[in-house]
């Protein structure tokens, strides 16, 4: 029966996806056909490493179910409806996107926007998306267009931070009276995933954005969420068991990347863990570099080639953790890291 039922999950997990891959790789094509960008074009072995990493990130999604790492049902969290309610609006919103990026315009944020609230890095129109990350317009279609961007498959690499997280709180007694905060949570899709591996476990969440904020609490229950800086974040010293955090530092300048890390460090206990989740570096991309190298010329991601040579595991050492280890998934990558006891 476990063999019967491993297999109908599979079919199942399989149509999920390639349900939402064709569809996004048309549209892909069709966005970059009517903004006159040009299609990346990478030679056949860049192509089948893209397949081969593409692959062995669904298995090991389903290994992780298979090995008790978090429920099968993560397998099928994601939000169809929503996602094809919003789809119309994020297609509407394209051709603004297509002039901004043409006309360079990445700081057209709404009018209203105080820039005395925000650091300079983060008063932009990342990925030329409306209104940059402050409006709540923003917040509503950042989900769905980042599953569109990845086709599909950008919550199965973010719930990838969960496994070593499940594992550390096997050691360490279980998840009752640990908390976890999760920093630049953004809507909160990470701690969607991770309350449902782990209802027992006290979560919290940053964000920058008061909008992306404010969405993630009409979507989360018992979660404590504020809108911060990361650079200087509200929390006294040793407050969490774990720190994680996703998509975050390809988007922040070098030295900004330092402040969160230390930040990071200095809220977690003695003994804590720090998973963070992010794109792929050149340390470990080898074929795929490609495609990683070609992202900040079809999006406005003005920190991200520096971020692809400066390997996080460098300065996750030296911000005083230990037993760092990373773990490529996709084009993303995940790296652990313990504080000291």
Not at 139 to 154: C, I, K, Q, S
Not at 172 to 182: A, H, T, V
Request: net charge positive.
């Amino acid at each position: 029966m476990a063999s019967l039922t491993t297999g109908v999950t599979s079919l199942a997990y399989g149509a999920q996806h390639l349900g939402m891959l064709v569809p996004a790789a048309v549209a892909q094509r069709v966005v970059r056909l009517v903004g006159g960008v040009a299609a990346p074009t990478p030679d056949r072995k860049t192509i089948e490493e893209l397949r081969k990493r593409l692959r062995a990130l669904m298995a090991k999604d389903l290994a992780n179910v298979e090995e008790g790492l978090y429920p099968r049902r993560l397998l099928f969290q994601v939000p169809v409806g929503k996602y094809a309610r919003a789809f119309p609006r994020l297609v509407l919103d394209f051709p603004r996107s297509i002039v901004r990026r043409r006309m360079r315009a990445y700081r057209d944020l709404p009018d209203e926007v105080d820039d005395k609230l925000y650091p300079p890095y983060f008063r932009r129109t990342f990925h030329w998306q409306t209104d940059g990350y402050l409006s709540r317009r923003s917040a509503e279609l950042y989900d769905v267009g980042v599953e569109f961007l990845f086709a599909g498959t950008a919550d199965v690499m973010r719930r990838q931070v969960i496994p070593p997280i499940t594992r550390w709180l096997e050691a360490n007694g279980g998840p009752r009276g640990k908390r976890l905060l999760d920093v630049a949570c953004g809507t909160g899709r990470t701690l969607a995933q991770l309350q449902l591996a782990h209802p027992a476990l006290k979560l919290y969440g940053l964000d920058l954005s008061p909008y992306y904020v404010q969405l993630a609490r009409e979507s989360l229950d018992d979660v404590a969420l504020v809108a911060e800086n990361a650079e200087a974040m509200p929390f006294a010293d040793a407050t969490f068991d774990v720190v994680t955090s996703t998509y975050l530092f390809h988007e922040l300048p070098k030295n900004a990347r330092r402040k969160v890390l230390a930040e990071m460090v200095r809220v977690l206990k003695p003994g804590g863990l720090v998973v963070i989740e992010d794109s792929g570096q050149l340390v470990e991309a080898g074929p795929i570099a490609f495609f990683l190298q070609r992202f900040p010329e079809d999006f406005h991601e003005p920190f991200y080639a520096e971020y692809l040579a400066d390997d996080l595991a460098i300065p996750m050492a030296e911000a005083g953790l230990v037993n760092v280890q990373t773990q490529p998934c996709f084009v993303a990558k995940v790296i652990v890291g313990d504080k000291p006891r």
